[in-house]
């Protein structure tokens, strides 16, 4: 997955600076920015913000059932 990442960065730098065919950088760059995206919910960086969500959500139905 770091790699998807990686790639996403260097073409999104490379299009961004015009040092090779902005078409193609960018399109490179749009092909793994999409790439990521498909699989950042099977991986753990979406664990690193569910956790926030969980524990928020975890907490309300503590408090609504009286729980201290």
Known sequence: V???LLLTSTFGF???HHLMDYTLAFSLHMLFA???LITI???RFFHAVLIFITR???GYEI???GGK
């Open 2 to 4: 770091m790699w998807i």
């Open 14 to 16: 490379i299009a961004a």
């Open 34 to 36: 999409e790439l990521l």
């Open 41 to 43: 919910p099977f991986t």
């Open 56 to 58: 928020t959500l975890i």
């Open 63 to 65: 408090g609504r059932w």
